[in-house]
């Protein structure tokens, strides 16, 4: 008997499903959800090096396809790749105090660079370095070096240069995407000869990264200022997108940061201006990294396991054919071939709608199920009843029931449903978002909003909180003890005074409050 | 003045260059003029991190070239992409006998994980790991650990995954591309059911290796299998390609290993097969790294500077436009723009073809050796007479003399012009190394072959030598003598048996010897 005939697809549609795919669901348990999402997604596991994680090619894949985006947009504003070293010799990251005081703390610190055996059996280090080398946790300082070599006239102005690489932080607690011991990442490094050029230049890559989260990703994101005490290490200014997920938390997903001429002081990037007189340069530098991956699972995925924005999917459409002999196998096949070369020729979002065909030999709903977990935007199903009745059987991973189809359509329709479900992700993640999001002008609203309603530890609470706030250090203590953080300054916030939430004091900034990752 | 009169680009002909662009030349010393290619085509430098380089955005274009191309050949071959950790547990290195004996005395080992305040100042290293972790040399150990939860049963296999990473191997004498301390590659790894699925993979893989080398880095190559001294540690076989540079030496340009069981068994990579049965799978690895950036320079340029396959050049036609007032800037930038987008709207070897415009303002003569020491395979000069003569004045990167030509064939001449260029570099590279290959069947013969005529250091001799020797260990005091070693023995050869070159015994296979990087 052909494994493929019983039960056939059709049989099982998403609607009635005896439970979800994903246990615990979103609403039970946000954190372990997320956990179950990745594996039930085939996307990144644990590996056997404490807080690295194995990126899988399912999860790869969406990363390549990030990075493509990202790469083009990095392109279309004037910068160009280089590779630098992964070592940062210990001397190096004393220079910036800030900088070092920030990452010290967490730096996975190279001493040795070769191995003996050891007496007794196994083996030690030996070959001390003279000087420890860190692995990178960031690269200002490594890149910096170079800058200042490079950098002599003003003519040498600007540099504008990207990097795609792994970076080590020593994190203690770790969670898949979110925060790992090494990461992927991109980290652009600029100098320009004007302080005006590198604001620009932070601006300017900020926009970019908003552009792609809410453009490619789907993710509404709210561009800010972060304050003083989550800046990064080292920077003048933090500028940072900050996006809500679905359990109301918010989630930097990318940063940008004017660096003023801190580090171009603690490196000696100088150069002749005009005049011949030596100057101080100006930097910049900006990144995201994998994280992203993390936080376009959180946006849209639902109990029923991933959900890919269109743009962003390795695969668009995935065809399953079904059928219950040789013959009808071959008739089957025939025509999901067709199919599947038809829509390869069609376009979604200025490239080939990529398809493929699942013809493994396996039961037609434990297949079904593995596309839906995964995420894939469009399931076709073709039995020989479809033939028939030229028709085809389409599930939207966006909707809970599959529809039928006429197969002429097909080559129209399916760019148009990718189009709408792209769109549609964006809108619900930008509804959640409003509905989460509220002025607060009071402590006693304050309290409300971040504090649950059950005993459960698991209760989805609170949202984004626009409060004006006076003084820092004052509302403190308040955030600590609710586990809220300021997330930003928003940029494009009407700039009214009003008074301070906590103190009833007059307050020149309001801020968005929330929970965070 | 604009500075673009004079002296004007067409004043500076290359054929009239008073000297070369380059110096040392070839002939008067390879090593440093490898150096002075690298450094005048702005592809790399020295960074202040001991046997690191930094990889400059011109250098940086040409891996990612090289990397898109392979990319594309690997998942046309049915490979994914995934990431595993930078680190490796001390541990896991000591699974496998032969492999930790090639790596270990050459790895850089992570001790600590943070820094702190040194008394009297400065940082030091602080919290020792219980474990030590080396930053991957090759990442067998790391990935063969993740394969061995991942295979359970046959229906999982084969794993065919290929990773784009950095790596680290301690080398003390270090030379930019060639030989560095870290450096970029991809590395194949697969886990197979049988072995002659395994075989089969490592001979596929070394012609995939092959196919890029000559159809896109024009480098012809010689596959053959490595004698025992000269595998990967831990293979049972490992197949190489070879490929000779200017100076007559052989630089391996890809490996690929078949690693038998061995990995399998050291990691407990087992499989149940249809009988319901446990079995060692089979395991295969491969990779090509950036020293394919010097293969291919050291196998084109010449004593002006790089010299690049069209294939691989991250631009393919740069415009020089001349002009001696506003007026005439006008117009001729007028007509250059026209050009690039119609040279732009053209296709070569599947693509359109990379065109920019340099308008920056320096000296024409400057202008003009700048992209001639950087290799870019067509210069297109075009000044007020062209645009009268409906003209434009040609340099190609492989002819000394520049050329007028017809704006109007410009579309269809500049393709064609790269297509020949692209066989052009391969038939010469092919002739050097014909004219530098011969059989050698006695030890005058081979000691002639391999020992200078002249005092010079720098003397380039030598070549391939294809011998039949009968063994090894017998050769190997000749071969150090006369620093030679055997680079592979060849697959496509005429395995006619014959006499060992040095011995005269009946020996069975033939090898090919040379001086090697």
Not at 269 to 287: C, E, F, K, P, V
Not at 291 to 307: Q, W
Not at 312 to 320: K, R
Request: charged share 25%.
């Amino acid at each position: 008997m052909c494994p493929n005939l019983a039960p056939s697809l059709h049989s099982f549609p998403m609607a009635k499903a005896p439970k979800n795919a994903i246990s615990p669901t979103r609403a039970e348990d946000y954190p372990e959800w997320y956990q179950q999402v990745i594996k039930a997604a085939d996307l990144a596991e644990n590996s056997p090096v404490r807080g690295c994680m194995v990126i899988k090619p399912w999860g790869y894949q969406l990363w390549e396809n990030m990075q493509r985006a990202l790469d083009d947009m990095f392109k279309a504003t004037g910068h160009q790749n280089a590779y630098f070293p992964l070592f940062i010799p210990m001397s190096f990251l004393e220079k910036e105090a800030q900088h070092v005081e920030g990452f010290a703390k967490e730096c996975a610190v190279v001493t040795h660079h070769r191995l003996e055996p050891k007496p007794g059996g196994g083996l030690q280090p030996a070959g001390e370095l003279e000087e420890p080398l860190i692995v990178r946790p960031t690269s200002e300082m490594i890149i910096g070096a170079t800058y200042a070599k490079w950098v002599q006239s003003y003519r040498d102005l600007p540099i504008l240069i990207n990097q795609w690489a792994n970076v080590v932080r020593w994190e203690l607690r770790t969670r898949m995407f979110l925060r790992t011991a090494e990461f992927l990442w991109q980290e652009g490094h600029t100098v320009h000869a004007t302080e005006q050029e590198a604001i620009e230049e932070t601006e300017r890559m900020i926009d970019v990264y908003a552009d792609f989260a809410e453009n490619w990703m789907a993710m509404p994101v709210i561009i800010g200022s972060k304050t003083a005490d989550e800046r990064f290490p080292g920077a003048v200014d933090t500028l940072a997108i900050e996006a809500m997920m679905q359990d109301r938390k918010a989630l930097q997903a990318g940063t940008s940061h004017f660096l003023g001429q801190n580090f171009s002081k603690a490196q000696e990037i100088r150069y002749q201006d005009t005049q011949g007189d030596l100057q101080y340069a100006w930097t910049t530098s900006w990144g995201v990294s994998t994280r992203l991956v993390g936080a376009l699972i959180m946006t849209h995925s639902d109990d029923d396991g991933l959900v890919l924005p269109p743009r962003l999917a390795p695969t668009h459409v995935v065809i399953l054919p079904i059928y219950r002999d040789d013959q009808s196998r071959s008739e089957v096949l025939d025509y999901v071939h067709q199919l599947r070369d038809e829509l390869r020729a069609q376009q979604y979002a200025g490239a080939p709608i990529r398809v493929e065909i699942d013809d493994r030999d396996i039961r037609g709903g434990e297949k079904k199920w593995h596309h839906v977990k995964r995420g894939v935007p469009i399931r076709i199903e073709v039995g020989p009843k479809d033939l028939e009745a030229k028709s085809m059987f389409v599930g939207r991973r966006d909707q809970p029931k599959s529809f039928s189809m006429p197969r002429e359509s097909a080559a129209v329709k399916v760019a148009e449903m990718l189009g709408e479900m792209q769109q549609g992700l964006f809108d619900r993640a930008e509804k959640l978002r409003s509905d989460h999001s509220r002025v607060i002008t009071s402590e006693a609203e304050f309290r409300d909003f971040f504090t649950p309603k059950t005993d459960s530890v698991h209760e989805i609470h609170g949202g984004f909180a626009t409060c004006h706030f006076a003084d820092h250090d004052v509302v403190q203590p308040l955030l600590k003890e609710l586990k809220v953080s300021i997330r930003c300054v928003p940029r494009d916030h009407n700039d009214q005074p009003g008074t301070c939430f906590l103190t009833g004091q007059p307050a020149a900034k309001q801020a968005i409050f929330a929970k965070a990752y």
